[in-house]
């Protein structure tokens, strides 16, 4: 009995439980070797002019192309920086050894993007700082936009499908495609390439930054005119001296279907959601006040939606067919005296019933219901009935305890 | 150590979905759950010649992967394992299962995703959590009495 509860409550959990299948050891072999921290999570953003800061020389003049910064004479952090780059030295995970103790920070440039939209809508400065790590390797932060720590030796031994090439020390901001870029290279690398999908490439600016550092930076705009399919970023690569690939760094023209990227909604109204929801395909179903019900089609198959009580409640969730078939008649519940329910097409109307014997119908719209609780007492069920008024189906409500 | 670290790939390679899931509830969605497993792996790794061979690795990696999820969600505060409160992710999906799981106590609401979303047996939820083996059996048979019942009064059965 108690294994047959077992394999039952099991298949209960199972049905519920994302199949998605994001698996990439690459990722956790470039996190184990970096050892680098993460950054806040901006996905979007595009950038434009880079200004060099500080004292500069040509850095042709030490056989790189670019700027070259004098990290000692650039001008000295201020506190606000050197507090979050102590804090990032603070935050390291329990389990690892924790980042050697930081030395001087300076400013090194400054560059113009968005953080926040693609394409751009407000570019704002950023400045990049540069911070010493005592026992070698260093750390940065863009303001506005995030920072991390690298350790140039475990980069260099870092494995890539290449083995000629170690990955680049990049973050990108993508919505389909890769937008912005920015990076650091060592020195051993002399030039910076960005490769595009229809065969072109672009040289990105370096500018380099003396010893202790001795690393090279980077902050990269992907031109407007590469952002579809067939002329997007694909890698951004640094070449040595004689033109040989000594670190490469790949982006995928197939993005994950449920990976959130920013959409607008038909209203214009934006928001982050999987790629699989056509936001722009959505209709919305239910507007009552603050509260609001979308619906879109889920590439695959099924629906999303998408749904506000606008008294602090509210979700998202998309439906496959397979989740479909598997849920409940009335798949309900809410809070905050709102009630909301995905129902299936052969429940024509759904009475609910509330504790002092109180009953309200509702009639599904496009097969879901949103519906704000007049009743001053308990829901206790949500009761389905088919066309002809018969009861098919009934949900208990106890535990949801739903009122005005 | 290298064997170790070979033995971690295959951990991941065979066992991804289920520890993203079963993590899920800790790191407050799939997209986080993903993060913390990635980075917990990444973690093991560095740390491979830490494991001394006492228990399962898997237990040891699991252990890793819920404290690299605490810390992410709560980077400004050391959260013992103890005191994390899991909710169901997408509770959308299942509103009665939501409620009857949300209806137990933390600690053995943890010890039900563990497993049924992550599929561990007992010993290496023994191991994750640092806890007795019987500890799990009885929080389980427990659980397990109180979810069916549960369900059986939502009016839509197990």
């Known amino acids: ?404 | 150590m290298e064997e170790t670290a070979a033995s971690i790939e295959r951990l991941y390679r065979e066992r991804y979905i289920r520890f993203r899931n079963g993590v899920a509830p800790v790191a407050g969605s799939y997209e986080a759950a993903h993060d913390a497993v990635q980075e917990g792996f990444a973690r093991a790794l560095r740390a491979s010649r830490q494991y001394s061979g006492r228990g399962s690795l898997e237990g040891w990696v699991w252990r890793i992967v819920l404290r690299t999820a605490l810390e992410l969600r709560r980077p400004d505060e050391e959260l013992p394992l103890d005191d994390v409160d899991p909710v169901f992710v997408e509770p959308e999906r299942d509103f009665a299962l939501t409620a009857a799981v949300q209806a137990l106590p933390p600690r053995r609401r943890l010890i039900v995703f563990l497993r049924y979303f992550a599929d561990l047996p007992y010993q290496t939820i023994a191991e994750a959590l640092a806890i007795g083996e019987g500890t799990v059996a009885a929080t389980l048979a427990q659980a397990k009495e109180a979810l069916a019942a549960i369900l059986d009064e939502e009016g839509v059965r197990p």
């Not at chain 1, 998202?316 to 989740?323: G, H, N, Q, R």
């Open chain 1, 1 to 404: 009995m108690t294994e047959t509860i077992d394999r039952l409550i099991q298949a209960r959990f199972e049905a519920v439980a994302s199949p998605v299948d994001g698996r990439d050891w690459n990722d956790v072999l470039a996190r184990a070797a970096s050892a680098k921290q993460r950054r806040a999570p901006v996905r979007l953003a595009l950038a434009a002019a880079v200004l060099v800061i500080g004292a500069t020389v040509t850095a042709a003049a030490f056989g790189w192309p670019g700027t070259l910064v004098d990290f000692f004479k650039a001008p000295p952090a201020p506190e606000s920086v050197k507090a979050f780059f102590h804090g990032h030295n603070a935050a390291v995970p329990g389990g690892v050894s924790p980042w050697t103790k930081l030395g001087q920070a300076h400013e090194i440039m400054t560059a113009t993007f968005d953080a926040n939209n693609l394409p751009p809508e407000h570019p704002i400065l950023h400045t990049l700082y540069v911070a010493q790590r005592n026992g070698g390797g260093f750390c940065f932060l863009w303001t506005g936009f995030g920072g991390s720590c690298a350790d140039p030796e475990d980069a260099a031994k870092a494995t890539t499908t290449d083995p000629a090439a170690r990955p680049l020390g990049l973050e990108s901001l993508e919505n389909d495609y890769t937008g912005f870029v920015d990076g650091w290279i060592r020195t051993d690398a002399r030039t910076v390439e960005a490769r595009f999908a229809d065969g072109t490439t672009a040289q990105i600016p370096v500018t380099w930054v003396s010893a202790p550092i001795d690393a090279g930076f980077f902050a990269y705009v992907v031109p407007s005119a590469h952002l579809t399919r067939a002329d997007a970023l694909t890698s951004v690569v640094a070449l040595d001296a004689n033109g040989g690939v000594v670190g490469r760094q790949t982006f995928a023209l197939t993005k994950p279907l449920d990976e959130d990227v920013m959409q607008t909604l038909p209203d214009g109204r934006k928001l982050s959601l999987p790629r699989r929801a056509q936001a722009a395909r959505a209709r919305e179903i239910v507007k009552s006040g603050p509260a609001y019900l979308w619906v879109m089609p889920r590439t695959g198959g099924g629906s999303c939606y998408l749904y506000g009580t606008g008294v602090g409640g509210g979700g998202f969730a998309c439906v496959s067919p397979y989740w479909a078939a598997r849920l409940p008649a009335i798949n309900g519940g809410g809070a905050n005296g709102m009630y909301f329910a995905q129902v299936k097409p052969s429940i024509a109307t759904i009475e609910l019933h509330f504790r002092n014997g109180d009953r309200e119908r509702l009639t599904p719209v496009d097969g879901f219901v949103l519906h704000k609780i007049e009743s001053g007492t308990p829901l206790v069920a949500a009761v389905g009935l088919d066309r002809s008024g018969k009861v098919i189906f009934r949900q208990n409500l106890r535990f949801h305890a739903i009122t005005r």
